[in-house]
C-alpha cells in the first residue's frame, strides 16, 4: 500500500543520473507529487554465498564458548577445593581445643602441675 515501484530494464552505464517522476492522484482531485532520485547503474549484483564465513564463525564461537566452560569449572573446581580444606582446618582447630575435662572425660587439657621449687 502506497508503495510505487518501477522496473526498468536494459539499462547502460551512461542512464546514470538524476531523475524526477511526476504523478497526479485523482483520489487527491489530481493533486501532482513529484520525487527526484538519482540513479546509479552497477554491474549485475552477484549473490556471495556466505556458508564459508558462517562455518568460521561457528566454529570460532564454539571455541570461544569452550574457553569459558573451561573456566568456570576450574573455577568452580578451585572454589570447592578451598572450601574443603577450610573445612579441615576448623575440624583441626575445634578437635584440639576441646576441653572435655568438664564433661569427666579425659581431655586434651594438660593438668595443672604445681610449680617446681628450685
Known sequence: MNNISILLRNLEFS????????????????????????????DKLEEVDNTV?????????????????????KKFIAFIIKKTQEKKKECL????????????LPGSKAEEKPPTKV
Do not use: M, R, W
Not at 582447630?93 to 569427666?104: F, L, Y
Open 53 to 73: 564465513t558462517l562455518i568460521i564463525l561457528g566454529v570460532v564461537g564454539g571455541v570461544i564458548g569452550l574457553l569459558i566452560l573451561i573456566l568456570l569449572v
Open 93 to 104: 582447630v575445634s578437635s584440639s581445643g576441646n576441653d572435655n575435662t568438664e564433661n569427666g
Open 15 to 42: 542512464d546514470t543520473g538524476k531523475y524526477t517522476c511526476h504523478v497526479q492522484n485523482p483520489k487527491e482531485n489530481n493533486f501532482q507529487h513529484q520525487a527526484t532520485i538519482f540513479l546509479q547503474v552497477v
